[in-house]
């Protein structure tokens, strides 16, 4: 009789478990669902908050998702338009398509990549490939990490860095890079698909060490954008010198790498982004070399990263916003990428 009860008991874990884990990935399904019918056309993802433009970034976040929401019919069609729309002759993405009549490669305005999008897209190639079992994929992904691996990664001592871009990050006065593009759990899986892995080792070390390295003002944050010369990381004549809506994303991107919770400086890394959180109605940016705070609090999707990676720094449950007409398409992809880091870091 104590036998089987305690089955019963061991089963009864099982099943909770199980349905737990379904109702999490239905959660993402139904996110995913309001998502595409919010920012997708025909393969298409458009940001709604920048002029209706489409990029590379948006497509490997649509590609990301649909992997993770088991819509290969989304992921198919979001595939097809970035190829046929976005791919470059290397194998890289033009990061920007304005729209224009003609709803072809010819609305895009600037053939060069972005870093970011082109990690995404890989790296959702090789999700896909693992889930649906198609080597097509995988082979994709692999013809993008070779090109990134040639372009993009560079030595500059004692630092290796991605460039944000093939042209116009690099010049005499020294390298503007973006840490935010430091897709860390992408990384290492670009490592184990490489046959360069310690390039990709090289990377991720290099950006870990550069989140603590490169912080600025009274709070030690990371900026949007960051310049490097002869060893000097300073915020002179960078894009955005701020904390902000692209920096808003490094520390998801940290702990959603299972290696990065090996790191002994884990909780230090970590320490100048809770800190900044830990008071209400923290603004969206802030300018760190004056520290003037913008006039408008952190946006749902902003709230969302604070809810994943205290959801697995710490076991806080999140509770995720609604998307809705309200939501505009970078908040609502922050949304669903938190969704995904905690989804994958509880599995």
Request: charged letters at 20%; a neutral charge; glycine letters at 6%.
């Amino acid at each position: 009789m104590v036998k089987n009860t305690r089955w019963f008991w061991v089963l009864g874990i099982v099943i909770m478990l199980t349905s737990c884990a379904k109702t999490g990935n239905r959660e993402f399904e139904n996110a995913f669902s309001a998502y595409k019918a919010l920012f997708v056309i025909d393969g298409r993802v458009i940001d709604t908050g920048n002029n209706n433009i489409s990029h590379s970034e948006g497509q490997g976040y649509g590609l990301l998702f649909s992997v993770a929401a088991n819509d290969r019919r989304a992921f198919d069609k979001l595939w097809t338009w970035t190829v046929g729309v976005l791919q470059r002759p290397d194998g890289l993405f033009s990061w920007r398509y304005i729209p224009c009549e003609a709803k072809n490669r010819t609305c895009v305005d600037d053939p060069n990549n972005a870093s970011d999008g082109d990690i995404l897209i890989a790296w959702a190639l090789l999700r896909a490939a693992e889930k649906w079992g198609v080597d097509g994929y995988k082979s994709e992904a692999i013809k993008i990490i070779n090109t990134i691996e040639k372009k993009l990664i560079v030595a500059q001592e004692p630092y290796t860095l991605l460039l944000p871009g093939v042209a116009g990050f690099k010049d005499d006065s020294g390298v503007q890079f973006n840490l935010s593009y430091w897709v860390f759990p992408a990384l290492t899986a670009f490592s184990q698909n490489s046959d360069n892995p310690d390039v990709w080792k090289a990377l991720f070390e290099s950006g870990i060490f550069l989140i603590q390295e490169a912080s600025f003002s009274s709070y030690k944050l990371p900026s949007d954008w960051t310049r490097i010369n002869n060893g000097k990381i300073s915020l002179d004549n960078v894009i955005a010198g701020e904390f902000g809506f692209n920096a808003i994303r490094i520390p998801l991107h940290l702990v959603w790498s299972p290696a990065f919770h090996e790191n002994a400086k884990r909780d230090t890394l970590l320490a100048p982004f809770t800190t900044w959180w830990s008071s209400p109605n923290k603004p969206a940016t802030l300018e760190l070399e004056n520290e003037a705070p913008s006039d408008y609090t952190m946006t749902p999707g902003m709230k969302a990263v604070v809810q994943a990676v205290n959801k697995i720094d710490n076991g806080k449950q999140p509770r995720w916003p609604i998307l809705n007409r309200n939501t505009d398409y970078y908040s609502a992809s922050l949304v669903l990428l938190s969704m995904l880091a905690v989804s994958d870091m509880s599995s």
